[in-house]
């Protein structure tokens, strides 16, 4: 599928845990004994079932920029240290938690797309400075939520994706990571919903 980008992350790990018996020989003597039982590792992260709704209308004070997966993490930490601080400062008043904006990206990590990181914002206007405001119109989308560390949130891509393709839907050429609740690149509790546009 175009414009569904499987993995969107600074750094994708995959966790691949197998654990069981393996087959040997014995001799015909040798009493028999009960294979060891298989250990389930917990995974994580936690992915929630896919949901579709509508995000409502917002203003949305953000700062923009041209990137790719692969290059993503410089401009993107800028960024959010530039939101941080007019935060702070109280130059920024956000209504909810931080959002990126993903337009069109693709699935060739070099390939360069627009990304917008910002806070929905009940304000009319940017804050003085290098900041942009623009209203968000409704948004459908289907969503999931994910918990857990950042180096694991591609899992949720891979899971959304099929639930997508299943349904039918048509997706659109936007998508969104909403930072619930941040704790961390490394936390087990961080909170993230993935909004994958459709039509």
């Known amino acids: 599928m175009r414009h569904i980008p499987h993995h969107r992350v600074l750094a994708i790990a995959l966790l691949c845990v197998l654990a069981g018996c393996q087959p040997h020989s014995k001799s015909p003597a040798a009493p028999l004994e009960a294979p060891a039982p298989a250990v389930k590792t917990r995974a994580p992260y936690d992915i929630s079932g896919m949901r579709v709704q509508t995000i409502g209308r917002t203003g949305f004070v953000y700062l923009a920029t041209r990137t790719s997966m692969n ?3 410089k401009p993107a930490g800028q960024m959010k240290t530039a939101l941080g601080e007019a935060v702070s400062s109280g130059v920024l008043r956000p209504t909810g938690p931080m959002l990126f904006i993903y337009h069109d990206p693709s699935e060739d990590p070099a390939k360069p797309f627009d990304l917008e990181i910002g806070f929905p914002t009940d304000s009319e ?3 003085p400075g290098q900041f942009k405001f623009r209203r968000l119109t409704p948004f459908r989308c289907a969503t999931v939520i994910y918990r857990g560390p950042m180096k694991d ?6 899971r959304l994706i099929p639930q997508i393709i299943a349904a039918r839907h048509v997706p659109s050429d936007q998508t969104r990571e909403n930072y619930l609740s941040w ?3 490394d936390s087990p509790n961080n909170v993230v919903q993935i909004e994958v546009g459709i039509h």
């Open 71 to 73: 290059d993503i993490a």
């Open 183 to 185: 704790k961390g690149p």
């Open 153 to 158: 949130i591609g899992q949720a891509y891979d």
């Open 125 to 127: 206007n940017a804050p």
